[in-house]
């Protein structure tokens, strides 16, 4: 299994460290394929990612991802997006599931949901023009990209309590009536229960009744607006990781962003990052050894071995050396 292992800027180079100190735990067979891509390698070389390094992502099985800080050039084509694209990574999927003892701005920890993002079109088509007086952005949504998300959201959501939600703005936006229609369409084939809801009536009801969901499908930018939402009903940006997954390929990245604020002071949090790990092993089937990772964060949690973002006074690199010392441990159990 090769791994691309991808820091990014700021506190990616600080998370990624102590996820990987977590994944050698494990002593599985994987070739690590160290990539430096992002802001940083821009203003040193002009380029932050070369089309060599794509055909070298290509050749790997797997990333996993830090955090890349957006180049300011109005040129500059996001390397993340990019990677999507090239890669076809289609579903873009992010658990909001509480952590022991953490309880977000709602105080609440009764839910458990995903939410799986439509990864490759919506308002991320990149067709678009710029203009002094006129600027548009063109939202696109096709049958073959708005099955293949439902599909794969209906198989999870078997996998767990058979329901979903899709979220939509077909009131207005008419191009997601397409996708509000394929979406019933393959709930139904699947036998899954299922409802929709209008985006801005979810974001509130996310925030009043997160217990009600389970699993959430939804175009492409409202999917990035309400995980980042839902980041706040777990408690921290620092604990939502995601997997964008493709037919052949995965590729896992924190929810959170580069924080250049916070970089270099060793103060992130690298649970999100560690989560990523788990998202991973559960990805190659590698089920037993992703939950020893519940087990460590659980104990990190209760042992207040937590970061400045959940009130601790811990380094990154600590929590990530006490995450591997767990797992380290109940490995030899
Ligand atoms: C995310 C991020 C990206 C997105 C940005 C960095 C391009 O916000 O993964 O949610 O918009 O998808
Ligand atoms: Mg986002």
Not at 238 to 267: M, Q, T
Not at 309 to 331: F, I, M, P, Q, R
Request: hydrophobic share 40%.
């Amino acid at each position: 299994m090769k791994l691309a292992v991808i820091e990014g800027d700021g506190i990616g180079r600080e998370v990624v460290p102590a996820a990987v100190e977590v994944l050698d735990v494990f002593g599985l067979e994987f070739e690590k394929v160290p990539l430096e891509l992002g802001y940083a390698r821009w203003e040193r070389t002009g380029t932050a990612m070369s089309d060599e390094d794509i055909e070298t992502i290509k050749g790997c099985d797997a990333v996993l991802f830090g955090a890349i800080t957006t180049v300011p050039d109005p040129n500059y084509k996001s390397v993340l997006l990019t990677i999507r694209k090239e890669l076809d990574l289609y579903a873009n999927v992010r658990p909001v599931k509480p952590l022991p003892g953490i309880m977000g701005v709602t105080g609440r920890n009764d839910f458990d949901f995903v939410i799986v993002r439509e990864n490759t079109e919506g308002l991320y088509s990149g067709i678009e023009e710029i203009g002094q007086d006129l600027s548009w952005t063109k939202r696109v949504v096709t049958r073959k990209g708005s099955e293949r998300i439902a599909e794969y959201a209906c198989k999870l959501a078997k996998q767990r309590k058979n329901k979903l939600t899709i979220v939509h703005k077909s009131n207005v936006l008419k191009s997601d009536k397409l996708f509000l229609d394929v979406c019933r369409q393959v709930a139904s084939a699947h036998g899954v229960e299922y409802s929709d809801m209008l985006v801005d009536s979810m974001a509130y009801s996310l925030m009043m009744h997160p217990e009600r969901y389970d699993v959430v499908v939804t175009t492409n930018l409202f999917g990035d607006i309400l995980s980042d939402m839902c980041a706040a009903l777990v408690g921290s940006l620092g604990l939502v990781p995601s997997a964008n997954i493709g037919e052949n390929y995965a590729f896992f990245e924190p929810v959170h962003g580069s924080a250049p604020d916070i970089a270099g002071k060793g103060i992130s949090n690298p649970l999100a990052a560690i989560l990523c790990v788990k998202m991973l092993l559960e990805w190659m089937g590698k089920v037993k050894e992703a939950s020893l990772i519940d087990g460590a964060i659980s104990h990190v949690l209760e042992n207040k071995l937590i970061t400045p973002d959940l009130g601790g006074t811990v380094s990154t690199a600590e929590v990530g050396h006490a995450v591997a010392e767990y797992v380290k441990n109940a490995l030899k159990t």
